[in-house]
């Protein structure tokens, strides 16, 4: 089942401990750990994409809106957090993991125990998990024009990314490699960034169908805001350390406007 979703010619990963399996772990692991963010290009069949975008886009009325706003990387967050030129913004639609069927092509991908073991071995956490939150494990978000995901750094030292939809105006990843850690000045490298100023920003040319793993912790980062019309759907698969881990009831409240119970 999992060929017809993801292309294990080029991506042979059913066995990663040896031969061209281990070739590509290696590869992406040296990559994730000295930039900071490793890519995989085309990693999804065709069909499997297609079907991925067309449940996405029956989902896509019923996402919840986030609206936030910060004053800095590390500044008081709301909707009225500041009048400073320099806030950043988080405006996008969410949709939880409840809300893929059982036989969603993007919910089989997840819960597929070879890609758990591939993100384990890229990021070097032998023990890494699926998360089992029953809204955030694996959530489908949704920019339109005039969204857009603030400059901000992840919690988590991996995010895992599969972009389904590139929107045909604006909506780039961008960041600044290393922007703390390691004992770098990270207050005047986020300033830089703020005031537009940073000689330092990547741009990664991500194309629909691409699995990205980002080192989001020590990169400050975001979605530029959309200006065109088509909308940008990204796929986020979330891993954690620990097993059986759930997030807040913040979360998702935050996300998508309800808890678990609601």
Not at 91 to 113: C, H, I, K, T
Not at 199 to 227: E, Y
């Amino acid at each position: 089942m999992m060929q017809s979703i993801v292309n294990l010619d080029r991506y042979p990963i059913q066995d990663i401990q040896v031969g061209k399996g281990r070739s590509v772990v290696d590869v992406l692991h040296h990559q994730f750990h000295e930039i900071g963010l490793c890519m995989l290009p085309g990693f999804l069949q065709a069909e499997a994409l297609s079907a991925m975008v067309e449940e996405a886009q029956g989902l896509s009325g019923e996402a919840h809106i986030t609206e936030q706003q910060q004053t800095g990387a590390y500044g008081r967050s709301g909707s009225d957090a500041s009048t400073d030129t320099r806030v950043t913004r988080a405006n996008f639609g969410a949709v939880a993991y409840d809300r893929l069927p059982p036989g969603s092509q993007l919910r089989m991908l997840y819960e597929w125990e070879g890609l758990t073991n591939l993100m384990a071995a890229i990021v070097g956490h032998p023990n890494l998990h699926r998360t089992a939150d029953p809204l955030v494990s694996c959530t489908l978000s949704f920019f339109r024009k005039g969204n857009e995901l603030g400059w901000h750094y992840d919690n988590n030292d991996a995010t895992v990314s599969l972009l389904l939809q590139a929107a045909d105006e604006g909506g780039a990843f961008e960041f600044v490699p290393q922007t703390r850690g390691n004992g770098v000045n990270a207050e005047a490298r986020e300033q830089a960034v703020l005031d537009n100023t940073t000689d330092n920003l990547v741009r990664p040319q991500v194309t629909p169908g691409t699995l990205s793993i980002f080192n989001g912790n020590h990169a400050l980062h975001r979605v530029a805001p959309v200006t065109g019309q088509r909308e940008r759907i990204v796929a986020l698969l979330n891993y954690a350390d620990e097993a059986d881990y759930v997030f807040s009831e913040q979360v998702h409240q935050r996300f998508f406007g309800r808890t678990v119970q609601a």
